[in-house]
């Protein structure tokens, strides 16, 4: 059964106090790992898609990483206004199916 | 470049009613996928739109449907409202179906009470 796992449930990081996010996943057949950023009340905000393993993408304070078994979301420097969840998702390569398969989500607060 | 849009934002419906959920996509996307979020699933996928027909669903009752219109706009409809269909209903627009990044909307926060 495809599946995601995140970790941690929630972190909290002083300002300027680096970290990771893990995204541990079974999938039979990558097509792709995404990452998104969550604000309370809102919709899901894209930010990376990852297709291989070895492959890394950044974005301002965040870069991701993949693996054949997990993704990274690296945040350096963290301010206040990264606080939100972090989302990962996979899309299985089966057929033309676009769905996604959700981890549960890394809470990240940032205190000044 | 407009964004996923999602009406209503906000719903309050009494258990047995139904509801209808509407989402456009961004402009020249086709391929409109719906999904369910609350605090202990975490996003599950509904049902996937790609030119008008249903390419995947996902393990949801029968009282749960959509549709897809010739303009992508897609709809979601809910029947027999039970309490634990309260989630925030999320719209995700991509340009093909299973080979693009998905947009979310905002979302339509459904209470049923």
């Known amino acids: 059964e495809d599946q995601v796992t995140q970790s941690p449930e929630a972190l909290r990081l002083q300002e300027g106090e680096s970290s990771s996010l893990n995204c541990s996943y079974t999938v039979s057949g990558l097509r792709g790992l995404f990452w998104y950023r969550q604000d309370p009340g809102k919709g899901p905000e894209f930010l990376f898609t990852l297709y291989s393993a070895g492959e890394e993408k950044e974005k301002e304070r965040l870069k991701a990483t993949l693996t054949k078994k997990e993704s990274f979301l690296h945040i350096t420097a963290p301010k206040p206004e990264d606080s939100a969840t972090y989302l990962c998702?996979?899309?299985?390569?089966?057929?033309?199916?676009?769905?996604?398969?959700f981890g549960k989500g890394t809470k990240l607060s940032v205190k000044p | 470049k407009a964004g996923v849009t999602q009406t209503p934002r906000y719903l309050i419906k009494t258990r047995g009613q139904q509801v209808t959920l509407s989402c456009s996509p961004i402009s020249g996307h086709r391929s409109v996928s719906w999904y369910q979020q609350t605090p202990g699933q975490g996003l599950q996928f509904l049902f996937e739109y790609f030119s008008e027909t249903q390419r995947n669903k996902g393990n949801f009752p029968g009282r749960f449907s959509g549709r897809q219109f010739s303009n992508s706009r897609s709809e979601m409809n809910v029947s027999t409202l039970e309490l634990g269909d309260s989630a925030l209903y999320l719209c995700a627009s991509s340009l093909e179906s299973g080979r693009s990044e998905a947009f979310f909307g905002q979302g339509t926060r459904l209470t049923v009470v």
């Open positions: 998702a996979v899309q299985a390569r089966r057929g033309s199916q676009g769905n996604l398969i």
